[in-house]
């Protein structure tokens, strides 16, 4: 499953394309919605793949417990047609991963368990 983690280095090391694509992330951002309810990002990352199972089972009892928290608020302001007063709202510096480096760290440590089972031992004949 590709991440947008790969795009985002390309872009960070070239301070051209920063000017270019800050606004314009902080803009989508915006109108994606999800920070009026109070969400984060990774908060809508759906949940059934296994990597993501893995990961959201590491994740620190407060943190997880925050993301329940933020999931059921948005959840019964949907229900409610309302968002939160502004105030309240996520705020793109807020906005930090928080499930992205497990992922990454799980997608690591399968594919070393991929390649130390796929390894092949053979005996030197002398």
């Known amino acids: ?18 000017k270019i694509f800050a606004p314009l992330s902080i803009w989508y951002a915006k109108k994606m919605g999800y920070q009026q309810l109070g969400l ?6 759906p949940e059934e793949d296994e990597i993501t199972q893995l990961a959201l089972a590491r994740l620190p009892p407060k943190e997880a417990y925050d993301r329940v928290f933020r999931l059921r608020r948005a959840f019964q302001l949907s229900l409610q047609h309302q968002i939160l007063p502004e105030e309240e709202w996520t705020k793109f510096e807020d906005d930090n991963p928080y499930l992205s480096p497990l992922i990454e760290e799980i997608e690591e440590e399968m594919k070393e368990r991929e390649d130390l089972e796929s390894m092949a031992i053979r005996k030197n004949k002398k």
């Open 40 to 45: 984060k990002m990774e908060d809508l990352l």
């Open 1 to 18: 499953m590709p991440r947008y983690n790969a795009l985002t280095k390309f872009i960070i090391k070239r301070p051209s394309l920063v």
